[in-house]
């Protein structure tokens, strides 16, 4: 047997810079020579963080890395960690594995607060040269779970360590189960290295939708909801680029929809500064019910009386355990569905045939009829001149609390929640026509909506 040659040592490669002030949510890239035979890049970023400064992180490869092109995304952990690395294996939560290509990489630096002294930072990569070994074999979830027609309950916004969450994969599905969900919706920030793997934690009876929270920060978070596993929606761009468009007929080209989320963020940064014409619907109740969900709501129901009916959801948010402000599950967007499958959720979430509550004890039904058909939750009811609509609206798990019937010119009735879990309720309105008619339940503890 003949000689075995030495490895060579890992390189290591520093850069380092000043970032002023005035380049906040700026986009800074930072180009890193990687030579050929190099097994793994590993990634360590430092920054003074006096005066609250954050910068945010991500790497491309030489595929491509200009905004407009994903070709050579590697993944993002924005501001959740300060380290990473890839080899073609595995790689850190957020980042995606694979070959390690020759070139020239970009680790990306997006600051997102910046002290009036500005930010220092410093890049620390460490090449290390090797052979490459077997590839990543990606496992995205299952499309379709079951084809049964029904009512499905399901979260569509949640965060694993894959971003800024603090839970396993695994152990989100184990809560999922515990909640009660039948259909969960995957949306990392920026990334969509989560959806590669879904398939290894997937259960029998749990569809697990791949999707992308699209953080602009500068300009607000929306969610692409129904993508296919190793597809990436671009968040670097800002309203006056005119690139929001393109995006999100991107979403639907795959059958998905895009979700303008917590439009209402109570910072000054993350308000919601897209046109909503370039959106499906709006989460008007994120995690805990507060005031910022109450103008979300607000927002919601201005446009309905615009005539513009944009699906309203709800999603926890979540990023942590039970309990937590924002719990997995509440709150829930329950659909109807002809089948529990990516196609199904999506078509019925178009249809608009969902609905909004706090909890799984929570369910609902809501129909409106004149002389023909009755028309129930997402159905367009036709009613001639004069005749009057008759409204039957069934309340169950809840125990107190007021009902409300809205439309157009606002509160048109209004009835107390039976005590004993289950409240039928019929209302006859008035002749004329109220464009929309939509239901609320309120007690000092939730909130459900139809």
């Known amino acids: 047997m003949g000689p075995v040659a030495a490895q060579a040592p890992p390189s290591e490669v520093i850069r380092q810079g000043h970032v002023p002030a ?20 590993r ?54 594995p694979g070959p390690i290509h020759s070139g020239t990489w970009h680790v990306l630096l997006y600051p997102s607060t910046i002290a009036p002294s500005g930010l220092d930072w410093k890049l620390t990569v460490t090449l290390v040269p090797g052979p490459t070994g077997a590839a990543f074999v990606a496992a995205p979830a ?17 965060h694993t360590l894959h971003s800024d969450g603090r839970r396993t994969p695994a152990e989100l599905v184990d809560e999922a189960d515990a909640q009660g969900l039948d259909f969960i919706v995957s949306t990392e920030h920026n990334t969509n290295s989560a959806n590669l793997s879904w398939g290894r934690y997937a259960r029998p009876d749990l569809l697990i939708i791949n999707g992308e929270e699209v953080t602009t920060t500068a300009f607000g978070h929306w969610n692409a909801l129904g993508l296919d596993a190793t597809t990436l929606i ?15 007929a991107q979403v639907r ?59 309203a959801v709800g999603a926890s948010d979540t990023h ?45 039904t809501l129909t409106a009829r004149a002389t023909g058909p009755a028309a129930n939750i997402g159905d367009t009811l036709v009613v001639a001149g004069g005749q009057r609509i008759k409204v039957a609206f069934q309340l169950r798990g809840a125990s107190a609390g007021t009902i409300q019937l809205l439309g157009a010119t606002g509160v048109l009735a ?26 609320e339940v309120r007690n000092p503890k939730a909130i459900c909506s139809s």
């Not at 905004?67 to 995606?96: D, E, L, M």
């Not at 209402?264 to 005031?291: K, L, M, S, Y």
Request: net charge positive; proline share 6%; charged share 15%.
């Open 43 to 96: 990634v360590q970023e430092d920054y003074n963080r006096q005066g609250g400064n954050v910068l945010n992180m991500g790497i491309y490869d030489p595929a491509g890395y200009r905004p407009g092109t994903t070709a050579g995304f590697r993944g993002w952990s924005g501001g959740a960690k300060t380290s990473f690395f890839i080899n073609a294996q595995t790689a850190s939560t957020g980042y995606v």
């Open 142 to 158: 299952a499309a379709t779970v079951n084809n049964r027609a029904g009512w499905y309950h399901g979260d569509l916004h949640m």
């Open 234 to 248: 671009d968040w670097r761009y800002a309203p006056q680029d005119s690139m929001i468009a393109t995006h999100t």
């Open 414 to 439: 209004t009835s107390p929640v039976a005590p004993g879990g289950s409240t039928t309720v019929r209302w006859q309105l008035p002749v004329g026509l109220p464009r929309y008619l939509r239901v």
């Open 22 to 41: 005035d380049s906040l949510f700026k986009l800074l890239y930072v180009p890193i020579e990687v030579p050929a035979g190099t097994a793994e890049i």
């Open 320 to 364: 942590t355990a039970a309990s937590s402000p924002n719990q997995l599950g509440r709150p829930r967007t329950v659909v109807q569905t002809s089948s529990l499958s990516r196609t199904g959720i999506m078509q019925g979430l178009r249809a608009r045939r969902a609905y909004v509550v706090a909890d799984r004890q929570l369910t609902l």
């Open 253 to 311: 080209a795959l059958g998905g929809l895009a979700i303008i989320n917590h439009p209402f963020f109570p910072d000054t940064i993350n308000r919601f500064q897209f046109g909503v014409r370039h959106f499906d619907g709006i989460e008007v109740w994120n995690g805990r019910w507060d005031a910022r969900n109450e103008q979300a709501l607000r927002w919601w129901d201005a446009l309905l009386r615009q005539g513009r009916p944009l699906l």
